[in-house]
């Protein structure tokens, strides 16, 4: 049950002058964040008829708070036949995209953006409205699939996997209480990775939980120190609101003695006026990541982080600033080893709903969408990563209930390809580098810059083939295969074009033909191209084709089919605007080997007579 952690700080706030008396009781139990009964009394509001745009956004509101976005997207439909303040607006959009509407999400962006030029989600959506196409067509970065340790029908997720091959996660599999949202509380729960990778039955870690909601954690690198959130209530920590004991979410620590948890103490920033949660440990264990909505943060809940001294102290929690946040909702950080933050956000450009960003606390600059298959149109959150086994965990509410996913990391390569002069050695710009797959399928062409370099992220366990041209130049082709290394080298020299031309012809690389046919393929097509680029810079010379057969198939068929042959070259020249006066072709079958072994040619010297001439006839 995650809502819990993604409701903290929602900070929804009523308009007084829209009040009545018939709104007094849900209005009650909306201020004290007890949405799910509040539901129940807006929604009798609106069956009785006495409904008007206030009660239509607080309901719109109350699902919004507990994530129903379907339901959330309804009443917020009806709410802004009224003009509204312009969160309501954007919370509309954030609705909208959840049921994949980008279009009509656009349009409530459009009038939040009017009403709030400056924010920085105002901002985010004018920079690039119709993000939805690039975010589709970037790499993808993972792989995703389901855990087996899922429940059937209830929230599983936070999993986090210690280098002791432990997965602890947070689950509402134990339906004997049920909270203020009439779900049931959170256990952590924990399950050993088996080195076939399957997972072992979980367990509840019962000396971590208590009867209230705990979780989610985060594991030291050695695995014997753990950091959980916790309701307040489980340690008596709220403030009495109208009728209901309000509690806020703290973190707490724990070590590992004897193979249990033991010694729990409350961090010292905890607040009875704003939770904090979600935590997360670096590697080196000197600094805790977490969410919050604490006093000095960019928007409802920020991502933060607080030092932790060597003598068990901790320093004053700093904001991560707008790199991560924004005046939105972050929550569920997660460190990697080299400095990499993983969380979600609401209010970043996605797909709906909770999106999974990364940002490179290192380097600065804009945080990145993680893209589907880890995104969708729903909640998608909590992910972790272990370095050392290579493997992230998140978690997604899209098949309608929070379940917990692997997600493996596709193996990508960087394929860094430097074009020069072969007799030179000189850098060459404006060079095409054409990749393809190892079908021959023509992926995607640049160009080189100034320095002489393309390139281009792929993936690693696949063979890829690099065509490099430029005018002027013999075009060459490079295959490289498969591998692990993160960037592949590539140079390619080119040969200039005008070194084909000998004394008395062309030297041009065969130009094959399919078997018994007449039609150019895809390669003799790029050779014949060099020739075209040769009487281009000539405009005087004047070629003769000279086509020849094996001694396959009688003299006559081979005869006709080198006629034809010739006759194709010729007007494969012509049409790429070669003067049908500059070229001739004639067909000299079998008549003319290069290897004379008559009737016992050996498939090599069938392929050497197989073959076109390109005689200078002027030059």
């Given amino acids: 049950m995650k809502k ?14 829209s009040q009545s008396k018939e709104t007094l009781k849900a209005d009650a139990l909306f201020e004290n964040s007890r949405y799910t ?27 919004y708070a507990v994530f129903n976005m379907d339901e959330a997207a309804k009443w917020y439909a009806k709410a802004v036949e009224t003009k509204q303040d312009a969160e309501t607006y954007y919370r509309y959009a954030v609705a909208l995209k959840t049921q994949g509407k980008y279009a009509e999400a656009n349009k409530q962006m459009d009038t939040f953006a009017a009403m709030m030029p400056n924010d920085q989600r105002a901002v985010l959506h004018k920079a690039n409205p119709d993000y939805i196409p690039s975010l589709n067509s970037q790499n993808k970065m993972f792989d995703a699939t389901a855990l087996d340790v899922n429940s059937k029908d209830k929230s599983d997720f936070g999993a986090v996997l210690s280098n002791d091959n432990i997965l602890y996660f947070v689950s509402a599999r134990n339906t004997s209480a049920t909270d203020d949202y009439g779900q049931p509380y959170i256990d952590i729960f924990s399950s050993v990775k088996n080195a076939d990778g399957s997972f072992s039955e979980a367990v509840a870690v019962s000396e971590l939980n208590t009867r209230f909601h705990d979780g989610p954690v985060a594991v030291s690198a050695e695995g014997n120190t753990v950091y959980f959130a916790r309701d307040g209530h489980a340690e008596g920590q709220y403030t009495k609101g109208k009728k209901v004991k309000l509690a806020q979410i703290g973190l707490y620590k724990a070590t590992k003695v004897d193979g249990k948890w033991q010694n729990i103490t409350a961090l010292p920033f905890n607040s009875t006026s704003y939770s904090v949660g979600s935590p997360n440990l670096s590697a080196d264990g000197k600094t805790l990541y977490f969410a919050s909505n604490m006093p000095g943060g960019l928007g409802d809940t920020d991502i933060w982080k607080v030092n932790v001294n060597s003598d068990g102290t901790y320093g004053i929690p700093v904001n991560l600033g707008k790199d991560v946040n924004t005046p939105g909702k972050e929550n569920f950080p997660f460190i990697t080893d080299d400095n990499i933050l993983y969380f979600s956000s609401v209010s970043r450009p996605g797909y709906g709903g909770f ?19 880890v995104n969708s149109e729903k909640d998608d959150f909590s992910f972790s990563f272990n370095t050392k086994q290579n493997v992230g965990y998140f ?13 493996n990391p596709v193996c990508r390569v960087e394929a860094l390809t430097t074009v020069t002069d072969v007799k030179t050695g000189k850098v060459l710009a404006d060079a095409k580098v054409a990749i393809l797959d190892n079908a021959k399928n023509s992926i995607e062409t640049k160009q080189t810059g100034t320095d002489g370099k393309a390139s281009y992220d792929v993936e690693c366990d696949t063979d890829y083939v690099l065509e490099v041209s430029k005018t002027g130049y013999e075009p060459t082709t490079i295959t490289f295969a498969k591998t692990g290394e993160k960037t592949v080298m590539v140079e390619a020299a080119l040969r200039p074009v005008n070194e084909l031309i000998k004394e008395t012809h062309i030297e041009l690389a065969d130009i094959n033909f399919e078997f018994g046919k007449s039609n150019i393929t895809r390669e003799g097509a790029k050779e014949l191209d060099k020739l075209v680029e040769i009487m281009n810079d000539y405009p005087e010379m004047v070629i003769l084709v000279k086509s020849h057969t094996d001694t396959k198939g009688s003299a006559d068929f081979n005869m006709k089919l ?18 049908k006066d500059r070229i001739s072709g004639k067909g000299y079958g079998e008549s003319e080997p290069k290897v004379n072994c008559g009737e016992k040619c050996t498939d090599e010297q069938n392929a050497q007579n197989r073959r076109s001439e390109f005689l200078i006839v002027k030059k």
């Fill in 355 to 373: 999106d999974i960003f990364k940002a490179d606390l290192t380097k600065g600059g804009e945080a990145v969408n993680l893209g589907k298959p």
């Fill in 4 to 17: 819990l952690y993604i409701a903290v700080g929602l900070l929804m706030a009523l308009q007084g002058y």
């Fill in 37 to 63: 009964v509040a539901i129940e009394e807006y929604l009798q509001l609106a069956n009785s008829n006495k409904a008007d745009a206030y009660v239509y956004k607080q309901l719109a509101d109350s699902y």
């Fill in 562 to 579: 080198s006629e034809k042959r010739a006759q194709a070259t010729v007007s494969y020249v012509i049409s790429k605007g070669i003067s």
């Fill in 395 to 407: 978690s997604s509410n899209r098949s309608g209930v929070d379940n917990i996913y692997t997600a």
